[in-house]
């Protein structure tokens, strides 16, 4: 016999999850098509040669890699982006600004943590070949109104650019080489802290595990300007912008990459997104190497162990490995697993166990006919309704069915009621609050609670009021 199992950082979803995960998919793609983005798929295995080398070292050392038959090296998607660049620059007829969204599983074999799986569903939008800063501004929007939509509780999205930490290496004389190691440790800034970014700038340490911590070698006064850098804070993101433009006064070109961030934080001003919403965060980092400009994430407050839960940024050079020109292109991602955990955390996610709302019973086997005739009517009129499919059982057993399963409504028909043309229709919930009260079976038989008899042709319009509230 075999053992049932599953390998390491991946989960089965059974249908509380996945009920739950679908209404929050639903959601998030009202938000996307409001924005006008239209839906694309592709393949989870690309050619290993197209993952490769897109996204930097660390995620290179995440893919997945595969053999097909013909012998060809393939890898499981680890993002959403790397396809849509491909995509974009195998078929020569897309209409730019191509703005798509997408929702797929991807796959990195990292290290499992809460909230973090090896397999786990992104659903993106991006905007491909629109340049200005109106797109990310766009994107962030879309965020904060995906977000409210979710109805997540209170958040923060931080942006800034990846242009800027370019900066900060001319500020702090750190070769532009060196930039992928230090924006990847930076991008650790909310999960280490300030004190372990800075040892792994410098000297490297030892983790909590035992396990050494390689420092990248910067000098004492390497690192105090990135300090200097990371601690500018301020209420507002003008305030911030303004002490950013003071510190790198005599780094050429800062004002004119400053310029895009501010002219993005005008325009969310415009729009009502202010800065109890979004601010400007110098730290945001982003870990993947493909990103040119903006960067953005969004955190919820309630929950900031889970980390970002909706990222992205500017990736205007991702296509040019592809074509050898680069094509602009903005987007985000929200990591549908980890915000489904964190809600489920904070108990702001409805867990039903079924999509069924009506259970028809089926007690006589002389009435399956009507029985049938009643499901396929309620399911008609919009009702998501199930019939008892199993072997005759006594009442109770049904209702106990219906009870586990949370399903509201159950329709009851004996011989009695289908002579006289009515039925019974029995509110599950208000049952099981007088269950509390009653105090013997006798009175729980005679209050017959949460019942109502209404004549047969009635029953559709009725539940229909009944679930509308």
């Not at 499992?112 to 090896?118: H, M, N, S, T």
């Not at 409210?148 to 930490?165: E, H, N, Q, T």
């Not at 909590?208 to 000098?219: D, K, M, T, V």
């Not at 159950?410 to 105090?439: F, H, N, P, W, Y």
Request: glycine fraction near 8%; hydrophobic fraction near 40%; proline fraction near 4%.
């Amino acid at each position: 016999m075999v053992e049932p199992r599953l390998s390491r950082g991946l989960r089965d979803l059974l249908p509380d999850a996945m009920l739950a995960r679908q209404r929050m998919i639903d959601t998030i793609r009202g938000v996307y098509e409001l924005y006008g983005f239209s839906p694309l798929e592709t393949p989870a295995v690309e050619y290993l040669d197209v993952l490769s080398g897109s996204a930097g070292a660390e995620a290179q050392g995440q893919i997945f890699e595969a053999t097909n038959p013909e012998g060809e090296q393939l890898g499981l998607r680890f993002d959403l982006t790397v396809p849509l660049s491909r995509v974009v620059s195998q078929y020569q007829d897309l209409i730019f600004p191509f703005r798509r969204y997408q929702v797929s599983p991807v796959w990195r074999a990292d290290k499992p943590e809460p909230g973090r799986y090896r397999q786990f569903t992104q659903f993106d939008l991006d905007s491909v070949g629109a340049e200005s800063e109106v797109a990310d501004t766009e994107i962030i929007a879309a965020m904060c109104d995906t977000l409210d939509a979710l109805d997540v509780g209170p958040y923060l999205v931080r942006f800034s650019s990846r242009k800027i930490l370019n900066l900060l290496l001319e500020y702090a004389e750190i070769p532009q080489s060196g930039g992928p190691a230090v924006f990847r440790i930076l991008d650790k800034l909310d999960k280490i802290g300030l004190g372990k970014v800075k040892l792994e700038l410098t000297s490297g340490y030892t983790d909590e595990s035992g396990a050494p911590i390689s420092g990248l070698g910067l000098s004492a006064g390497q690192v105090e300007k990135i300090e200097r850098f990371l601690k500018i804070k301020a209420d507002s993101r003008s305030e911030v912008l303004e002490l950013l433009r003071a510190l790198f006064g005599g780094v050429d070109n800062a004002q004119q990459e400053i310029d895009v961030v501010e002219r993005i934080s005008s325009h969310l001003d415009a729009l009502g997104y202010e800065s109890n919403r979004v601010v400007v965060d110098l730290g945001i980092a982003r870990g993947l190497a493909y990103y040119t400009g903006p960067v953005f994430e969004a955190v919820l407050l309630d929950a900031q162990q889970f980390g970002s839960v909706f990222a992205g940024g500017r990736y205007d050079n991702l296509v040019r490995r592809f074509t050898g020109r680069s094509i602009p292109a903005t987007g985000a991602s929200i990591g549908v697993d980890r915000l489904l955990a964190a809600l489920v955390e904070l108990d702001r996610v409805e867990q039903r166990k079924t999509s069924s709302q009506v259970l028809v019973s089926a007690m006589d086997p002389a009435l399956m006919g009507e029985y049938l005739q009643i499901t396929y009517e309620l399911r008609r009129a919009g009702i998501r309704t199930e019939m008892h499919v199993g072997k005759p059982k006594r009442l109770g057993k049904q209702l106990q069915r219906a009870d586990r399963l949370e399903i509201p409504y159950v329709v009851i028909m004996g011989s009695d009621e289908a002579q006289r043309g009515v039925v019974t229709v029995k509110e599950m919930l208000v049952g099981r609050r007088k269950a509390v009260e009653v105090r013997s079976h006798d009175e729980w038989k005679a209050g017959r609670f949460g019942q109502q008899e209404i004549a047969r042709k009635d029953l559709a319009k009725t539940l229909r009021l009944l679930l509308d509230g």
